[in-house]
């Protein structure tokens, strides 16, 4: 089992930046991949980032450029930086691991971008 919690989100300007975290109960080696995803109500979860226990990162193609996905082994967490926001930007965004064959969740934590 792993346990995620999410913290970061806010209210933030159009062209703003924030930094979403997710503390993991799991040294973050001993996790095969960490991801942040996004949602909006009434749409489904959409991938944003990538990161594999190697270090390996991949993005969604719309967000490239302007977000990035880090770790700190030392805390065991997870991070997104988010640059440049936008109003479409405003979502729940989910920490998600992959360990020993099944995804984990975190609870969300609300981004929103004001025009």
């Known amino acids: 089992q792993v346990q995620l919690v999410e913290s970061g989100g806010g209210l933030v300007q159009a062209g703003g930046s924030l930094r979403l975290s997710c503390a993991a109960s799991?040294?973050?080696?001993?996790?095969?991949?960490f991801g942040w995803y996004r949602q909006v109500p009434g749409k489904q979860r959409e991938f944003v980032a990538t990161m594999t226990s190697g270090g390996s990162t991949d993005y969604a193609d719309s967000l490239r450029g302007r977000f990035t996905i880090s770790r700190d082994n030392a805390k065991n967490t997870v991070y997104l930086q988010m640059n440049s926001l936008k109003p479409e930007d405003t979502a729940v965004y989910y920490c998600n691991a992959h360990y020993l064959g099944y995804d984990h969740w975190g609870q969300g934590t609300q981004v929103t971008v004001s025009s």
């Open positions: 799991r040294t973050t080696f001993s996790i095969n991949r």
